[in-house]
């Protein structure tokens, strides 16, 4: 079984600053894939960034990028430049690759870590 | 932030009630998920439908009873719950539940949930 650690329950970082958020997994798969989620608070979960296992190259969109360790088992987030609306609940995510139809699906999440980000 | 939407946002009811959570998505998806998040838990993965049919169902007590009448609308029943049962269920659809190598059809996109307490 998959297990997703976030050792950070808290964090907080001043706006314009910048700030990691940690996430280790444990698999034996080597076909996978990681993804960052943000929860706002009262609003919807959204998905900030996926990486794939096979990809050696880190994925990034706009302010929010990885740093992928794979033999470390490492993803960790970094946001720059932070905002006050990055203030939400971030989740890391796993999720096996199966190589047979319709089983890709089995999303494991860590306990979340809540930014705060600070005027 | 219309592609997954779920009604109610809040609920609360007693022991004895029975009452539905409703899920729609506007996204022509094929796959649909029910998770529980419960304070300081990782969100537990419930139910998963793909093209109507359940794929999952992740040793759910019977008091939880999914109904997946068409691919947009997935809906949660609910009879006879226990305060443990208080929780945020937050409803979840995808293109596809895989596999989807690098093209992202599996990424699941979320609702913003029902706030659900048992008295």
């Known amino acids: 079984a998959q297990t997703v650690t976030q050792s950070q329950p808290e964090m907080s970082v001043q706006e314009a600053e910048t700030v990691t958020l940690s996430c280790t997994y444990d698999?034996?798969?080597?076909?996978?894939?990681l993804f960052w989620y943000k929860q706002p608070p009262s609003r919807q979960m959204i998905l900030v960034i996926r990486?794939?296992?096979?990809?050696?190259q880190n994925a990034t969109e706009n302010r929010f990028s990885v740093n992928f360790q794979k033999a470390a088992k490492s993803f960790s987030l970094k946001i720059s430049d932070s905002q006050l609306g990055d203030t939400a609940m971030y989740f890391c995510?796993?999720?096996?690759?199966?190589?047979?139809?319709?089983?890709?699906?089995?999303?494991?999440f860590g306990k979340g870590t809540l930014l705060t980000v600070n005027p | 932030e219309t592609g997954v939407t779920q009604t109610p946002r809040h609920l609360v009811m007693g022991m004895t009630n029975k009452k539905s959570l409703k899920c729609e998505q506007h996204?022509?998806?094929?796959?649909m998920y029910w998770y529980k998040q419960s304070a300081k838990k990782p969100l537990e993965l419930m139910f998963v439908?793909?093209?109507?049919?359940?794929?999952e169902n992740n040793s759910v007590p019977s008091r939880f009873s999914p109904e997946c009448p068409n691919s947009s609308h997935l809906f949660l029943h609910l009879h006879t719950l226990q305060p443990e049962d208080s929780a945020l269920y937050l409803c979840?659809?995808?293109?596809?539940?895989?596999?989807?190598?690098?093209?992202?059809?599996?990424?699941?996109?979320f609702g913003p949930g029902t706030r659900l307490t048992v008295l």
């Open positions: 996204l022509g998806h094929n796959a």
């Open positions: 979840a659809s995808s293109r596809t539940i895989g596999p989807s190598g690098s093209t992202g059809t599996d990424t699941q996109y």
């Open positions: 990486q794939e296992a096979y990809k050696q």
């Open positions: 439908y793909s093209l109507e049919e359940r794929v």
């Open positions: 995510a796993f999720m096996k690759h199966e190589s047979w139809e319709g089983s890709n699906y089995k999303l494991t």
């Open positions: 698999t034996s798969e080597s076909n996978y894939y």
